[in-house]
């Protein structure tokens, strides 16, 4: 079965530090990826996608995600975090089982940037 | 400007009165679908649209229903709402082709009392 993990309920980081939030992801076949945002009473916003070519794919707002194969990880990155960060993200995998372009979620992870 | 509405944003109703949520995109997506987000369980499928006329079941379709007469609006309705149908709601739409991304609406907070 196809499925998203993210192992961290909350990411804490330093303003101006480095961030990483993580996703594992197991499918059958070539994978898609998508990270999304979420701040508060909003909807998802998307950040950026992984479907061939790179591993390392660049997105909005500064955000970068890397994409290793032998470990099926698609973790999200930013060089330097501000405050403006801090939000609820989504990394999600193509449903190839369903037509179209249905995804599945991982269960999010907070992130916290203090000042 | 390019964009996914939902209404109502929030909704309190009580068990067993139908209610409608309706979803609009201006984007002229053949793909859309309907999700519901509940705290640690992250955003889960309840039925999705190819195009006008043509509409499926995701991972959670109990209790809710969808029609898609026309490309812009994919409406979904729960004929007698239970309180476990209490969560926020998600409009989205895309492009057909697998590889696009979704274009999300805002969200409506449904509380079933």
């Known amino acids: 079965a196809q499925s998203v993990a993210q192992p961290e309920d909350q990411v804490n980081v330093a303003e101006g530090n480095p961030l990483t939030v993580k996703c594992t992801y197991s499918v059958s076949g070539n994978p898609y990826l998508f990270w999304y945002v979420q701040y508060p009473n909003r909807g998802l916003q998307f950040l950026l996608k992984?479907?061939?070519?790179?591993?390392l794919v660049k997105g909005s707002y500064g955000f970068e995600a890397e994409f290793n194969k032998s470990q099926t990880s698609f973790h999200l990155k930013k060089p330097s975090a501000l405050v403006s960060d801090s939000a609820l993200y989504f990394c999600a995998v193509r449903d190839t089982s369903k037509a179209g372009t249905a995804l599945i979620f991982g269960k999010g992870t907070t992130l916290s940037v203090s000042s | 400007e390019a964009q996914v509405t939902q209404n109502p944003r929030y909704l309190i109703t009580v068990t067993g009165k139908k209610l409608t949520v309706t979803c609009s995109q201006n984007m002229n997506h053949e793909y859309m679908s309907w999700y519901r987000q509940d705290p640690g369980l992250g955003l889960r499928q309840i039925y999705y649209s190819m195009n006008v006329e043509v509409t499926d079941k995701g991972d959670v379709p109990e209790g809710y229903k969808v029609s898609r007469k026309e490309k812009r609006n994919f409406p979904l309705i729960l004929e007698s709402p239970s309180p476990n149908q209490t969560s926020l709601y998600f409009c989205?739409?895309?492009?057909?082709?697998?590889?696009?991304?979704?274009?999300f609406g805002p969200g409506t907070r449904l509380t079933v009392l």
């Open positions: 992984y479907i061939t070519g790179d591993n």
């Open positions: 989205a739409s895309s492009w057909g082709h697998k590889y696009n991304e979704q274009f």
